[in-house]
């Protein structure tokens, strides 16, 4: 028998409210459905579990509403300009993923509703618990290993990156990059992380794509700084 829903106040008092990101964070407009007593689709237990991760420092939870839009939706929502966006919005201006031949991920959509998402952190000695400079079939056998777990979709975490900084000022992905399992027009992977301006020198986000060639080579040089932001599963 499934165990009980916790609520968005329960969440917020075993995380904290500083690991958490709501829809009015999100919308950053006064939203109906910002209710306290909100289920989240995630038991009591699971987010206790994450709270002491988060304390013993082997994890990084955070509780994070999504819209439930593409990312070439996150990205025109926050971007006023066309499909490229300037230095000033800390995404560096690309757009090989707005050609028409990708849109079949660009496009893509998950489902709207609070997700608990772990950044494992920047510092070098996490980088095994994030599954840095693994290849992309070990850190599948690993995380089939791990029920509760799965990779965080791109649009979850692309979102994410940019309502945890908004909302509580920390800028994730700075030193490494989340390998998504979405694929390119090409059938390369594609990764999200930090790359510097070639404008004023600042750390910003921008969307990668992985070197096909280089997806089962022994060479771990290829995946450094290349990592997994985990998802906690919902229980149905």
């Known amino acids: 028998m499934k165990k009980r829903d916790a609520s968005l106040l329960e969440a917020s008092i075993i995380l904290g409210p500083e690991r958490i990101v709501n829809i009015l964070d999100v919308t950053g407009k006064w939203n109906r459905q910002l209710k ?5 689709g995630y038991t009591i237990e699971q987010i206790e579990s994450c709270a002491e991760a988060n304390k013993n420092g082997l994890a990084n939870w955070f509780l994070v509403y999504h819209q439930g839009k593409s990312p070439k939706e996150i990205l025109a929502e926050r971007f006023k300009s066309e499909f490229g966006f300037g230095a000033k919005n800390r995404f560096e201006k690309n757009l090989w993923f707005s050609h028409s031949n990708e849109s079949f991920w660009v496009n ?27 290849i992309f079939a070990m850190q599948e056998k690993i995380i089939e290993k791990l029920p509760q777990k799965c990779r965080a979709p791109l649009g979850i975490v692309l979102e994410a990156v940019f309502s945890i900084y908004d909302s509580l000022g920390i800028l994730l992905l700075e030193k490494w990059s989340h390998l998504s399992s979405t694929r390119s027009y090409d059938g390369s992977l594609i990764y999200l992380g ?9 750390k910003m986000m921008n969307i990668f794509k ?3 060639n280089h997806e089962d080579s022994v060479d771990d040089f290829h995946y450094y ?6 998802m906690m599963k919902k229980i149905i």
Do not use: M, Q
């Open 36 to 40: 306290l007593d909100t289920e989240l």
């Open 108 to 134: 893509k959509k998950e489902d709207a509703g609070y997700y608990l998402i772990n950044f494992i952190g920047e510092k070098e000695e996490y980088r095994e618990l994030r599954f840095e400079s693994t």
């Open 194 to 202: 930090a790359t510097w301006s070639s404008e004023n020198g600042e």
């Open 210 to 212: 992985f070197p096909k």
């Open 225 to 230: 700084g290349i990592g997994t932001v985990l």
